[in-house]
């Protein structure tokens, strides 16, 4: 079951922090609790992109996205991610979580999410998500003005770049 309690704490406690520029970073603390184990006593690889949302939401909120997204009745959605997992997380393991917008391009916001525990990084996520309305996705330069904000992005690192291009050689739907 999606973690309703966890989510409302995060965005209850990111709504009363202080606000953060759309490339600033978002840390958040969790726990590994029983319910977020697989059978290998470890936190499940889908319960770990749950967590990674936790982080993300509050992101939102804190960038002001969440008040333009309910003012214009846009939502977000994730368009693709891909997630390298390093270490393992055990049951009442606490880790901080690093969320962060990297940049955008004509379609896309592309974010960078990484899972830490005692120092060392146990996964990380980039991510790629759309703004849309009821006519489809919506520019992030029609985002970013609603925000009130410079629609240039940062350049996008190398690695990010490598996976837009790998990913756009990617078939679409898959082959059966």
Known sequence: MYP???MTKEIWTSSRATPLGLTDTHVSHHICWPWDLDLWAELNNGRTLTLFDLGRIPLAV?????RVLRQKRWAITVAGNTVRYRRRVRMFDRVEILSRCIGWDARFIYMEQSMWRKGECTSHMLLRSAVTSPQGIVPPAEVLEALGLEATSPDLPGWVRGWIAADAERPWPPLR
């Open 62 to 66: 804190r960038t002001g996205l969440g």
């Open 4 to 6: 309703f309690l966890r």
